[in-house]
């Protein structure tokens, strides 16, 4: 083919002007455009807008989780309220390291009572927790701190007074294994459960 070096502009096939610019620019182009560019950066910003949407999930979801282990639920029981030690007992949980998010003075009824510690319903010492948890007014409370459920466990000692460790609260206070002057929660599950069961939204601080 015999090439010449630009003298026309009308798309001539020997015209070296118009093979680069005419042809691809008629033909190629848009679709080189498509490719390179466009289809590129629509696949860029869709995997964008999904790993922005997943951080906020993510983000969601581990508020979530740090708002549910951050916090647990205790309850002053009935012999501990009876003995005088609600000031003490708020003092070591105030030692501890625990803010109270939120604190009631109250007296649950037998049915109340029965259906806060519904998991125990088949257990042989539930009429006797149950009547003792009603027995007089408690103080229930939310607390919160980093890692609140294990360590709030380890602050109030075995459910066994006897085989408590020293220096807690149930050491201290607790006469027995049923009258064990606190409740702690066991999981994060259950001191979601249990703060609901006492204290509703506008309650909490
Ligand atoms: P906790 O999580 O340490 O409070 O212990 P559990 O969940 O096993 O029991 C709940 C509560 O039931 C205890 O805190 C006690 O008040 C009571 N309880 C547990 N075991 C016995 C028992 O053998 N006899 C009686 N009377 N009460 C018990």
Redesign the pocket.
């Known amino acids: 083919m015999n090439i010449r070096l630009g003298d026309c502009s009308k798309g001539n096939a020997s015209c070296i002007e118009c093979m680069i610019l005419f042809k691809p620019v008629l033909l190629g182009y848009p679709f080189i455009l498509l490719a390179i560019y466009i289809i590129p950066f629509l696949i860029f910003y869709t995997m964008y807008r999904i790993f922005v949407k997943c951080t906020y999930l993510c983000g969601v979801i581990l508020k979530i989780n740090s708002y549910m282990s951050n916090r647990t639920f205790t309850m002053i029981k009935p012999d501990a309220v009876r003995a005088g030690n609600i000031g003490n007992i708020l003092q070591m949980i105030n030692a501890g390291g625990f803010r109270i998010v939120a604190m009631k003075y109250t007296r649950l009824t037998l049915d109340q009572a029965g259906k806060f510690?519904e998991v125990?319903k088949e257990r042989t010492?539930y009429g006797?927790?149950t009547e003792f948890m009603s027995s007089g007014p408690i103080v229930a409370a939310i607390l919160e701190k980093d890692n609140a459920v294990a360590d709030f466990r380890t602050l109030i000692g075995a459910?066994n007074p006897a085989q408590a460790a020293e220096g807690t609260i149930r050491k201290k206070y607790a006469a027995s294994?049923?009258e064990?002057a606190v409740?702690?929660s066991?999981s994060d599950d259950n001191a979601k459960i249990e703060a609901d069961f006492f204290f509703n939204g506008l309650e909490r601080f």
């Open positions: 510690y125990h010492f006797e927790l459910t294994i049923g064990n409740h702690g066991d």
